[in-house]
């Protein structure tokens, strides 16, 4: 037996070791990226929404262009808007999110608000 026969089997294992971790908290960053953007998104759609559905309400036949510029100052997109005949609104908002090596993607929000017919169990 030589004096000193380390084969160099410990540096292996610390190298791999090393990447899996690195790997992990890679995926661990990009996976709370896009939560922190779905989040984003359905805040933005609620308050946008909410805008539009106030405007609605009083007859206002632009309330959908109110909604884009408020997702707007979300940093968000308006990708859809509908106003219902009782002024129930329903809006569909899109915020970038960007995932590192796998590029952009968007995280998608929808949201649905109005006034409360009258009698209604709350």
Do not use: Y
């Amino acid at each position: 037996m030589r004096a000193g026969g380390e084969r160099g089997s410990a540096t292996v294992w610390t190298v791999a070791l090393a990447t899996v971790l690195a790997l992990v908290g890679a995926a661990t960053v990009l996976v709370g990226a896009a939560v922190v953007a779905r989040h984003r998104a359905g805040a933005a759609a609620d308050l946008t929404a909410l805008a539009v559905a106030g405007r609605a309400v009083l007859g206002d036949l632009a309330a959908c262009a109110t909604g884009s510029s408020v997702a707007r100052a979300n940093g968000a997109e308006l990708t859809g808007c509908t106003v219902g005949p009782d002024a129930v609104v329903e809006v569909a908002i899109a915020v970038p999110v960007r995932l590192g090596p796998v590029g952009v993607t968007q995280a998608v929000g929808r949201a649905r608000a109005g006034p409360v017919p009258w009698g209604a169990d709350p």
